[in-house]
């Protein structure tokens, strides 16, 4: 049987419909190897990896100094318990992250294997601490609408995304969902839609979102844990980008009412917005923030919840007072991915990656100025490395394609044959390239999606 065959009778994929995966005329494509921005299948057909294998591929592929500290590592060993433990990896990293994100001392970084278990920590975190302190009766969370935050039940319960959550609604608990800050389509933007112009830039409104999450936390009062937010960009609700200033006025709004910040983080960081954090555009220092995908370089599953000082002294007291974080991994701290992510950072730090990265975004920008001469591309946002291409079926009503054209994917597919991988959302193209694509690398995973976009919907 080969690998194709072997998957498509024993594995189960996720977010796939798998009577599709698995017809008779499906052909899975099957990865290999890979080197840089590029993937290779077990055909020898070479593809541009247009996001980064989900979101999660920060160097490039097989990178040297990565694949040396893995192999460094496993040499040595390659996992060992972090309860009643600890090894000589973990605690490096911790104070390399603590001290990138610019936090005060006493902050604190707890690991786990996948950005949902990071936001579990988060408001599990957030929920005992209240307690501990002495605030019982802050117990809800507010998010924004079309948030995602994982998969895990708590994660669901603070993500407001219609179809991957209705399924489990009577498993999750409740949260207040405030309106997403997306100017494209926000109901309060009375601006027409403009070719060429990022709604953020032509909107006209008297920043209603902000006075809607006002709203919210006057209305809660002393009832709110914290408020949830993917800084700058929500990744899954459909790369909608805030409004610049966003974050800084919610994060002034919360401090007023001591609700506190998680910032799940776990798409935008280690340089993807074009800085370290988005959250750091703003100069905002939220109070937890969960961290993943690109943590380890896009190598090995990690992820982290760095937790302030306040939160963690909460918890601190006599054994027999059970005040421990009830919470925790078997692969937690794990030091092969520990290295790797140590690895990573000093990629950062050695390549100059973040001095580099505006000349990236620039070559991204000029890459992407064709797709507003579509006639059905309704608007063209991007943030750092993060390119979307919003389709619609008519541009000044703004009215989307419907799901069941599936246009989005079917684009993909076309651009798969062009040599780009990258997957849609709904009828949103998105390009999130590796951050060591190269100049022609990023223009010819644009050209491939045009290209794509064009034989799907002829101009
Ligand atoms: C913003 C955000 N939070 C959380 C998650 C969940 O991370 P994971 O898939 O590693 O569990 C994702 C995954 O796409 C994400 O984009």
Redesign the pocket.
């Known amino acids: 049987m080969n690998p194709a065959e072997a998957d498509k009778r024993f594995l189960w994929h996720p977010f796939t419909q798998m009577r599709e995966w698995c017809a008779p005329d499906h052909d899975p494509i099957v990865i290999v190897s890979g080197e840089g921005a590029v993937l290779r299948d077990d055909r020898g057909r070479e593809y541009l990896d247009g996001n980064a294998s989900i979101?999660t591929n920060i160097h490039g592929h097989r990178h040297p100094r990565i694949n040396a500290a893995i192999r460094a590592q496993l040499d040595r060993i390659a996992h060992c318990s972090a309860l009643g433990l600890t090894n000589d990896i973990a605690p490096r990293l911790a104070a390399r992250l603590i001290g990138l994100f610019g936090t005060e001392a006493g902050h604190r970084a707890f690991f786990a294997s996948?950005?949902?278990s990071a936001?579990e920590a988060a408001l599990k975190m957030a929920f005992q601490a209240r307690a501990y302190r002495g605030e019982p009766l802050r117990t809800r969370f507010i998010s924004l609408g079309g948030a995602?935050?994982?998969?895990t039940v708590g994660?669901m319960s603070l993500g407001h995304s219609g179809a991957f959550h209705r399924p489990f609604a009577p498993l999750m608990f409740e949260t207040t969902e405030v309106m997403s800050p997306s100017c494209y389509r926000c109901p309060f933007n009375r601006a027409r839609p403009q070719r060429g112009a990022d709604a953020r830039d032509t909107r006209e409104c008297d920043w209603e979102c902000i006075g809607k999450l006002r709203g919210a936390l006057d209305k809660s009062g002393e009832t709110t844990v914290a408020f949830v937010i993917?800084p700058r960009v929500q990744?899954?609700a459909g790369m909608l980008m805030q409004p610049h200033g966003y974050l800084e006025r919610t994060s002034a709004l919360c401090r007023d009412r001591g609700v506190w910040i998680i910032a799940?983080e776990?798409?935008t960081a280690f340089g993807r917005t074009g800085a370290m954090f988005a959250c750091s555009h703003e100069g905002v220092r939220p109070d937890l923030v969960a961290l993943?995908?690109g943590l380890s370089g896009g190598y090995l599953p990690l992820?982290a919840t760095l937790a302030s000082g306040e939160i963690f002294d909460a918890f601190l007291g006599d054994y027999a007072e059970f005040k421990a974080f009830f919470h925790g991994h078997s692969y937690t701290a794990n030091p092969l991915a520990c290295a790797a992510a140590l690895a990573s950072l000093e990629t950062f730090e050695k390549d100059k990656i973040l001095q580099r990265l505006p000349a990236s975004v620039a070559d991204l920008a000029r890459a992407a100025a064709k797709f507003w001469d579509h006639p059905h591309v309704g608007d063209v946002r991007q943030e750092g490395l993060i390119l979307a291409i919003e389709l619609v079926d008519d541009f000044d009503s703004r009215r989307p394609f419907t799901a069941e054209s599936r246009l989005g994917h079917r684009v993909c597919d076309a651009a798969k044959h062009r040599g780009m991988l990258t997957r849609p959302i709904l009828n949103t193209l998105v390009l999130m390239p590796p951050l060591c694509a190269t100049p022609d690398q990023l223009r010819a995973m644009a050209d491939a999606l045009w290209d794509a976009l064009c034989e799907v919907l002829p101009r």
């Not at 995602?148 to 998969?151: E, W």
């Open positions: 979101w996948d950005g949902s936001i995602y935050h994982g998969d994660a993917e990744g899954a799940d776990i798409l993943g995908k992820a």
